[in-house]
């Protein structure tokens, strides 16, 4: 079974200044695949950055980067140049390995989420 | 444009009927899942399909059915034995080996 655990429910940020939510996961599979989506008041989810068990350096979309340690298990986001548009609930996720063959990447595990709010 | 078309958006049903939430994509994703969601949760995968005539049971299967007579559409049914079917749905759709799954704009279900 795969967990996902983020402690802050909710984290406050200055605009343009960097955040850093946190993120850790539990699971026995050997390839796995971690995610952020960002889900606006509007209720869509977003996805933003993907990080695979085996990729040796840290994803980096933009002002999204994932600080990926394997270790630790933990998957922190650091959203960079904090902008007022990015106020809204971040959530973790993460995707088994399919003994099918390949992984199914949209059969996901979630977090609780945190509510960033960007102050400005 | 493609995408995941949700509807309805707001949904109102009375306590012991069935209701239909449908989910249609025109992106030609093999897969498509359903999420519920309950206020400050995070998702939970109700069902999934990885090919036409095909699904399995997530992680809160109970009270739910589900269909996927075509590729583009995976309607989810909410049943009266689903005990606390008040909930977000979220509908979403991958390539089955790709990277990121792809989300509709939801159905917020309020059963009375």
């Known amino acids: 079974a795969q967990k996902i655990t983020q402690t802050q429910p909710g984290m406050f940020v200055q605009e343009k200044e960097a955040v850093t939510l946190d993120c850790t996961y539990d699971t026995s599979d050997q390839s796995y695949g971690l995610f952020w989506y960002k889900q606006p008041s509007s209720g869509e989810m977003i996805f933003l950055i993907y990080?695979?068990?085996?990729?040796?350096q840290n994803a980096t979309e933009g002002r999204y980067s994932l600080n990926f340690q394997k270790a630790r298990k933990s998957a922190n986001l650091v959203i960079s140049a904090s902008q007022l548009g990015d106020s809204a609930m971040y959530f973790c996720?993460?995707?088994?390995?399919?003994?099918?063959?390949?992984?199914?990447?949209?059969?996901?595990?979630f977090g609780q989420g945190t509510i960033l709010t960007v102050h400005p | 444009d493609g995408g995941i078309t949700q509807s309805p958006k707001y949904l109102f049903r009375k306590e012991g009927q069935n209701v239909t939430l449908s989910c249609e994509q025109n992106?030609?994703?093999?897969?498509m899942y359903w999420y519920r969601q309950d206020p400050g949760q995070g998702l939970r995968l109700i069902y999934y399909?990885?090919?036409?005539?095909?699904?399995q049971k997530g992680d809160i299967a109970e009270g739910y059915s589900v269909s996927r007579e075509k590729k583009e559409s995976f309607p989810l049914t909410v049943t009266s034995a689903q005990k606390n079917p008040t909930a977000f749905y979220l509908c979403a759709s991958s390539i089955w080996e790709n990277t990121e799954a792809f989300f509709g704009q939801g159905t917020r279900l309020t059963v009375v």
């Open positions: 990080q695979g068990s085996y990729d040796e």
């Open positions: 996720a993460m995707s088994p390995d399919s003994n099918a063959g390949g992984t199914s990447y949209g059969k996901l595990t």
């Open positions: 399909s990885q090919i036409v005539n095909d699904f």
């Open positions: 992106l030609n994703h093999d897969a």
